[in-house]
């Protein structure tokens, strides 16, 4: 079992950065694929980022690749989402989420565990 903690949310202008992190608790941190949805109001929640549990896969949606870069620090817990040239189409609440299948993109599975999310708000 995971317990995940998101932290990092804030208000930015369009075209600046945020890092959001997201600590966990458990011995087996180290053994589980991590990755980041995101759910804006009156929309679905969708994939947003994943990374294998070694830290040497990644996998983008294609809304924010080249912009987005999930990394993951095994010895700390934690997995964090470096986000740059933010949009205001990227306001939404961002959720950790543990022990997914993130490989496909087109057809993600989350996991089981998730965080209760940060709110990252891009101002135009």
């Known amino acids: 079992q995971v317990q995940l903690v998101e932290s990092g949310g804030g208000l930015v202008q369009a075209g600046g950065s945020l890092r959001l992190s997201c600590a966990a608790s458990g011995r087996t941190f180290s053994s589980y694929t991590l990755g980041w949805f995101r759910q804006a109001p009156g929309k679905e929640r969708e994939f947003v980022a994943g990374i294998s549990w070694t830290g040497g896969s990644r996998y983008y949606a294609d809304s924010v690749k080249g912009r987005f870069t999930i990394s993951r620090d095994n010895a700390k817990n934690t997995v964090y989402l470096q986000m740059n040239s933010l949009k205001p189409e990227d306001t939404a609440v961002y959720l950790c989420?543990?022990?997914?299948?993130?490989?496909?993109?087109?057809?993600?599975?989350?996991?089981?565990?998730w965080g209760q999310g940060t709110q990252v708000t891009v101002s135009s």
């Open positions: 989420n543990a022990d997914g299948d993130y490989y496909d993109t087109r057809s993600v599975r989350p996991g089981d565990y």
